[in-house]
């Protein structure tokens, strides 16, 4: 059973730094490009960014790069986004997801993060 | 970068059928035949309904089906079911500069 597990969400004060994590298994993690996506409460979904299998290419929505950073570790079947400068606009939850056939075919459960002081 | 429009509501009674719109530009939808489709329970994470235009994961019944013509895709969800009541999304390749957009999200109420 394919299972993505995110986690290191939470309240964050604004300016601040997080790094979210997400654990897969059930598929072969090290042959699969990944991704994060997020969606604000209530609201609809925004494409964060891409890495292809071995972490060498990662692709970012425009207004994200420079404060994101996608990276993986095979070793643990693990993908992250480290956010930087977090600002209010950031609450969001926050899906990691296999990309696959140019859509995204198994998501996570989410995980929450507020920026607020 | 904007997103692809839906409508904000559909519906339609049991047994129905419902067509959901996602119009985007000759820079996503139209140039790509790389259009997913999402649907969405609430408090859920998204499911992956169609790919690939019109292409359909395993485990996702045949009643879904999916089209594009130029710059608009469609999904359509026929012999509705209380089950199908859910929010849908979709998403479009743009190219290098604008790798995945969405759309702004359709709710489907069964009546």
């Given at each position: ?117 | ?49 169609i790919y690939e235009v019109n292409k359909r ?55």
């Amino acid at each position: 059973e394919v299972q993505l597990v995110e986690s290191g969400g939470g309240l964050v004060q604004p300016g601040g730094s997080l790094k979210l994590s997400c654990a897969a298994s059930g598929f072969s993690f090290k042959t699969s490009w990944m991704a994060w996506l997020r969606q604000a409460p209530g609201k609809g979904l925004e494409w964060v960014a891409n890495i292809n299998p071995d972490g060498s290419e990662t692709y970012y929505l425009d207004s994200m790069r420079g404060r994101f950073t996608i990276s993986r570790d095979n070793a643990k079947d693990s993908v992250y986004l480290q956010i930087r400068s977090l600002r209010t606009e950031d609450t969001d939850v926050y899906y990691c997801a296999r990309h696959l056939h140019w859509a995204f075919d198994y998501w996570g459960q989410g995980t929450l993060l507020t920026v607020s002081s | 970068q904007s997103a692809l429009t839906q409508p904000p509501s559909a519906s339609g009674s049991p047994g129905q059928s419902v067509t959901i719109s996602c119009t985007g530009t000759s820079s996503d939808v139209g140039g790509y035949d790389h259009v997913s489709w999402y649907q969405q329970h609430p408090g859920k994470a998204p499911k992956l309904m169609i790919y690939e235009v019109n292409k359909r994961p395993s485990g996702v019944p045949d009643r879904v089906s999916g089209s594009k013509s130029d710059n608009t895709a469609s999904l359509t969800v026929s012999g509705l079911q209380a089950e199908d009541e859910a929010d849908y999304y979709c998403c479009s390749y743009g190219g290098n500069n604008n790798p995945y957009v969405f759309g702004t999200g359709t709710k489907v109420t069964v009546l």
